[in-house]
């Protein structure tokens, strides 16, 4: 029989894991199996620049806070996983990805998305957009194409006024 502070403990970790999951706006469960201590500590060091952070917790745990949660990744909870939490979208998953590019240990099984259980090919989809940089310079672009138009048709009616006067 468990003693009641192991029971406690676990009991605190449960809420941990839960809250840590409904306070995050994505959640990336993924393998690590391989990896080395450095390559953990590289990977945390990364995500802590974009304010997010990984866990290792007991699959058991974390299937104790997701039934809480009414979120169902049992299939997903075999073997040694670790969690990524981050409260903003894309940033975390672009390192996660980036990471696993770089470390063939790495395997993302699965995610929770604003709350939603989304798939690998949904994770990937997140993970190839691009940096919000380039994409305020592709909407850049195509605003000044249209007052590029606009001044190259006011300026041919302007020279056509000047013809006609």
């Known amino acids: 029989m468990a003693s009641e502070k ?6 605190e970790t449960v809420n941990e894991i839960r809250n840590k999951i409904s306070d995050s706006e ?3 469960l993924f393998t690590y199996q391989g990896l080395t ?3 953990i500590i590289k990977l945390r060091r990364k995500l802590r620049e974009v304010n997010a952070e990984v866990k290792i917790y007991k699959n058991t745990l974390v299937k104790l806070a997701l039934d809480d949660l009414k979120l ?9 996983n670790a969690l ?3 409260k903003n979208l894309l940033e975390a998953i672009k390192v996660l990805d980036n990471f696993a590019k770089d470390n063939k240990s790495i395997t993302i099984k699965t995610g929770i998305i604003k709350g939603n259980v989304v798939s690998v090919d ?4 997140y993970a190839s957009v691009p940096p919000m940089e ?3 310079s592709m909407l850049a672009g195509g605003m000044l194409q249209h007052v590029k138009h606009l001044a ?3 300026n041919m009616y302007a020279e056509k006024l000047e013809e006609n006067n």
């Open 122 to 125: 949904t994770i990937n989809e």
């Open 37 to 39: 201590v450095a390559d």
């Open 152 to 154: 190259i048709g006011l």
């Open 6 to 11: 192991s029971l406690n403990l676990k009991k």
């Open 134 to 136: 380039t994409l305020l």
């Open 72 to 80: 169902d990744l049992t299939e997903f909870l075999d073997g040694p």
């Open 26 to 28: 994505t959640v990336v």
């Open 84 to 86: 990524l939490f981050s």
